[in-house]
């Protein structure tokens, strides 16, 4: 399990580290001690996570100017030689993937093998298509070994909307014949409050990601849902740009966390249950362009017949857009 557990930038920059990060960040210009100190402790404590900083972000934790902060961060990409990966970096980054499954033959086939890490998946639907009852499959079954199509990952969830139910863990992992005491402490729960605080609890993850989670490297981090407390939080008529904005900026934190520590970010969008919106192109409601640019696998869930559930994968860039029909049963997720 060691060669996979979350190392921070090597998994994406391939650098080895010789010199030490906390070298690489004093050897940086316009950074002396006390500032790679700051930089340090609030979690700018490699070249990537400052490459990738905006300059106010430096500026607020480490009070230097604007204009040092700049410095600094151009020099980090520099320092990284990021933006350019060979073919072999990319197909080794690729053989990296985790592909998380769900128990569904039909879901885990439309997948191409499962929820990816790496990247950020959605799925987004009417209320009760199924995307709660998704994020407790999966926060389950991560824990499985790779041979039974889980990670031996933990799991952080994040919680919007007060969905998290133990109980439905505990079901689900007795049908697994896992040990549900186990499967329980290994998830990290927190509830958001409102948007800020939600975008707060994302920053602060990646703490708990360094760490692991009993020993295990976080393979899943769940944000169920993504949006309903910026709807809440900016649904005046002029507040649009600026949730936008903030959605933007959450999605960029939650990208980093899956790229650089290799685990599946699973988020959940809800969309009002008009079905003439969904003619043409049912991805047009969501989140505007934010959320669907941000996501690389996107599902949209609808409710289907006899109480089944319909899955259809939107704009893969390499997968077919197929649907899978599936059932909620108190194992999980089932084929019909
Ligand atoms: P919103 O969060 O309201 O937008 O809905 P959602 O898409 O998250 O739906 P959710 O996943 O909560 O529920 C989907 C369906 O799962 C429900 O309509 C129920 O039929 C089923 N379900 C929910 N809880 C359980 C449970 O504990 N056991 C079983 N067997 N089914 C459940
Ligand atoms: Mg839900």
């Known amino acids: 399990?060691?060669?996979?557990?979350?190392?921070?930038?090597?998994?994406?920059?391939?650098?080895?580290?010789?010199?030490?990060?906390?070298?690489?960040?004093?050897?940086?210009?316009?950074?002396?001690?006390?500032?790679?100190?700051?930089?340090?402790?609030?979690?700018?404590?490699?070249?990537?996570?400052?490459?990738?900083?905006?300059?106010?972000?430096?500026?607020?934790?480490?009070?230097?100017?604007?204009?040092?902060?700049?410095?600094?961060?151009?020099?980090?990409?520099?320092?990284?030689?990021?933006?350019?990966?060979?073919?072999?970096?990319?197909?080794?980054?690729?053989?990296?993937?985790?592909?998380?499954?769900?128990?569904?033959?039909?879901?885990?086939?439309?997948?191409?093998?499962?929820?990816?890490?790496?990247?950020?998946?959605?799925?987004?639907?009417?209320?009760?298509?199924?995307?709660?009852?998704?994020?407790?499959?999966?926060?389950?079954?991560?824990q499985l070994s790779k041979d039974q199509g889980g990670a031996d990952g933990s799991v952080i969830f994040l919680d919007g909307e007060s969905t998290f139910r133990p109980e439905r863990i505990i079901q689900i992992a007795n049908g697994l014949g896992l040990n549900h005491e186990e499967v329980l402490k290994n998830i990290k729960v927190a509830r958001a409050f409102n948007s800020d605080h939600q975008m707060l609890l994302a920053e602060k993850s990646e703490d708990i990601i360094k760490e692991g989670i009993n020993g295990l490297p976080v393979k899943l981090l769940v944000m169920d849902s993504l949006t309903s407390h910026f709807r809440a939080d900016f649904s005046g008529r002029g507040e649009l740009a600026v949730r936008q904005q903030k959605l933007n900026r959450h999605m960029h934190v939650l990208m980093k966390l899956a790229n650089q520590y290799n685990l599946c970010v699973y988020v959940t969008n809800q969309v009002m249950a008009k079905p003439d919106m969904f003619f043409g192109d049912p991805t047009a409601a969501i989140g505007g362009n934010i959320v669907g640019h941000n996501s690389q696998t996107r599902i949209y869930l609808r409710k289907g017949k006899k109480g089944t559930r319909v899955g259809k994968l939107i704009d893969s860039p390499y997968l077919a857009d197929t649907e899978a029909i599936f059932k909620i049963t108190e194992n999980g997720m089932e084929d019909v």
């Open 1 to 142: 399990m060691s060669e996979d557990i979350n190392e921070g930038p090597q998994v994406t920059d391939g650098t080895v580290k010789t010199e030490t990060e906390e070298d690489k960040i004093n050897g940086l210009p316009g950074v002396g001690a006390a500032t790679a100190e700051k930089l340090m402790v609030t979690g700018f404590d490699n070249l990537m996570s400052i490459s990738v900083a905006s300059p106010g972000q430096l500026v607020d934790v480490a009070g230097v100017t604007e204009a040092t902060a700049r410095k600094i961060i151009y020099a980090a990409r520099d320092k990284l030689d990021m933006g350019f990966e060979s073919g072999e970096d990319l197909l080794k980054k690729r053989e990296q993937i985790v592909k998380l499954t769900t128990g569904c033959k039909a879901f885990d086939e439309m997948l191409a093998g499962g929820f990816e890490s790496g990247s950020i998946s959605e799925c987004f639907g009417e209320f009760g298509s199924s995307k709660s009852q998704i994020a407790h499959v999966l926060a389950v079954r991560v």
